[in-house]
């Protein structure tokens, strides 16, 4: 049995492979079920929830051929599997609800251990600073720290990508076009792949998430203006 839950973006999340896996199910029934409660969630004005617990994704083969699945955050997977209620199945959710309280739990002693680290280096620098022999050296050493500190931190921001909350912002921008000029749920998801697409195509990056934090603001413009080709 593959892993059941998984850290992305800092979250805990399972996906419909692992479903699919553990239930015995198809996954192109567990990608209906899935798209079926997302559908039922955007009829009942629940975008937003949608938005922020399901992500569609892909994931290859081992023929290295790419196929769609969609990660879930332990929310969404109560309201997927809400209606496999087998004894086989109840006693796999409840594995399920087990894991993602481990996970949690792992993400937050992560936490608290970067916190401890950082206070040390901060303590370790202090007492440096505090040790120096002469003032005037020390100013001179920690203006030219600073300046070297500030060149670095320009170079590593032009680089740095987007995080998880600008994912999101650029997530939604993507959804809010793609229900703005289709009405069908068949049809989206096509819209949906060719949006990510020409995203991917038009920033240079292998994924929506390699696009670098500074033109995030140029990615909105060109969702906003985005217009799909004609759909076969």
């Known amino acids: 049995m593959s892993q059941l839950v998984f850290i992305e973006n800092n979250k805990p999340v399972t996906d419909s492979l692992t479903i699919s896996e553990v239930f015995e199910k198809r996954h192109d029934s567990v990608l ?9 969630l955007n009829q009942s004005g629940e975008q937003e929830f949608s938005l922020h617990n399901f992500e569609e994704s892909t994931y290859s083969n081992e023929r290295g051929r790419q196929y769609r699945k969609y990660n879930m955050t332990e929310d969404a997977f109560a309201i997927v599997v809400m209606s496999y209620v087998t004894p086989e ?18 993400i937050e002693q992560n936490k608290v251990k970067v916190l401890d680290e950082r206070q040390m280096r901060i303590e ?34 032009e680089q740095i990508t987007l995080d998880y909350g600008e994912q999101r912002r650029l997530q939604t921008g993507v959804a809010t076009k793609v229900y703005e000029i289709c009405n069908d749920p068949d049809v989206r998801p096509k819209y949906f792949r060719e ?37 076969s």
């Open 124 to 157: 370790a620098m202090r007492l440096t600073i505090e040790t120096a022999e002469r003032q005037d050296e020390l100013q001179k050493t920690i203006g030219h720290h600073d300046r070297k500190i500030l060149e670095l931190e320009h170079k590593v921001e």
């Open 195 to 231: 949006i990510y697409r020409e995203i991917k195509d038009r920033f240079g990056v292998a994924s929506y998430k390699d696009v670098k934090r500074k033109e995030l603001q140029s990615a909105l413009r060109y969702i906003e203006s985005w217009i799909p080709r004609k759909v």
């Open 32 to 40: 209906r079920d899935i798209e079926n409660q997302i559908d039922k």
């Open 89 to 106: 199945a109840m006693r796999m959710k409840v594995k399920f609800i087990q894991e993602f309280k481990k996970m949690r739990d792992h």
